[in-house]
């Protein structure tokens, strides 16, 4: 199976790049599933029901988060009926939305899980059990596993891939914006990728 993961979609200008070329890309590549990380996509905060479906509709499959998911209120309605936009599951069990989605993609069991890190951010539960737990509880038929690690230490992103080699397809870090050269295959077969950066304006901070 081939997948597309897309850090994290800053603002209009990162959300115009996806949807100009999400299209091309998975017909390019064959892409059969397409993951992005949308908590910085309306304005660089949050997301809006409009701008996911727009989203959606264009091609993205599933949509990760992390910290500013919760930025804009209208959000809370909308993640809690959409299944395929997921905040951190290692928030606590009462917070709107899921922190994993499941499904079947080309008759593949496929799970997305997403876990934000505890060094440098807001409060949470621990991520390495939260994760653990979940990939623990997924059924043996689920062959794809993807693990997007929202964090802002290297070293906790590093540690989590570590963690989870042989039992997950690939962990993939999101949140500092910066694309890491150090993609490679851990040990059990399991993908890493320290940051997959962002999608975004080049040489400018404004994130209208």
């Given at each position: 199976m081939n997948i597309l993961m897309i850090g994290d979609v800053v603002a209009r200008p990162g959300r115009l790049a996806v949807l100009d070329r999400i299209r091309d890309i998975r017909e390019q590549f064959e892409i059969d599933f397409a993951v992005m990380n949308a908590e910085n996509v309306a304005g660089g905060f949050s997301i809006t029901e409009p701008l996911a479906e727009q989203l959606f509709a264009a091609g993205i499959d599933v949509m990760t988060s992390g910290n500013h998911?919760?930025?804009?209120?209208?959000?809370?309605?909308?993640?809690?009926?959409?299944p395929r936009l997921i905040r951190p599951a290692n928030y606590p069990a009462n917070s709107p939305g899921k922190g994993m989605w499941t499904g079947t993609v080309r008759n593949v069991d496929v799970a997305v899980i997403n876990v934000i890190g505890r060094v440098f951010m807001p409060p949470s539960n621990d991520p390495f059990e939260t994760a653990a737990a979940l990939v623990e509880g997924l059924p043996k038929t689920t062959r794809v596993r993807i693990i997007d690690m929202h964090a802002e230490a290297t070293s906790e992103k590093s540690a989590m891939g570590w963690f989870l080699a042989g039992k997950v397809s690939g962990v993939v870090g999101t949140h500092t914006h910066i694309q890491t050269a150090?993609?490679?295959?851990?040990e059990g077969g399991?993908?890493?990728?320290?940051?997959?950066?962002?999608?975004?304006r080049f040489r400018s901070n404004r994130n209208e």
């Open positions: 998911i919760y930025d804009k209120r209208e959000v809370i309605p909308y993640i809690n009926r959409q150090d993609e490679r295959i851990l399991t993908a890493f990728i320290t940051d997959l950066g962002m999608t975004g």
